[in-house]
């Protein structure tokens, strides 16, 4: 998704936020979805902190004294 337009990222989201039917799925499944959400949501984390890393360097080099 790497320069995508905004359009394209809201447009997205509908799949990406798809809620999954859980009824069907029993507890060992459940938990295994968790973990999968988990991962998801600490690979996005990741992701936030480079991105504040990579930023916090451009504005320490471009900070006027």
């Known amino acids: ?5 905004p359009e394209d990222i809201c447009s997205n989201a509908a799949v990406r936020l798809t809620k999954l039917l859980l009824d069907p799925l ?4 459940l938990r295994e979805y968790i973990e999968e959400l988990k ?3 600490a690979r996005v984390e990741t992701e936030m902190t ?3 890393s ?3 360097a451009a504005d320490a080099f471009f900070k006027t004294k």
Do not use: L, N, P, Q
Not at 1 to 5: E, L, Q
Not at 26 to 29: A, H, I, Y
């Open 1 to 5: 998704m790497r320069g995508a337009a």
């Open 26 to 29: 029993g507890v060992d499944e």
């Open 39 to 41: 991962t998801e949501i």
């Open 50 to 52: 480079r991105k504040s």
């Open 54 to 56: 990579h930023r916090s």
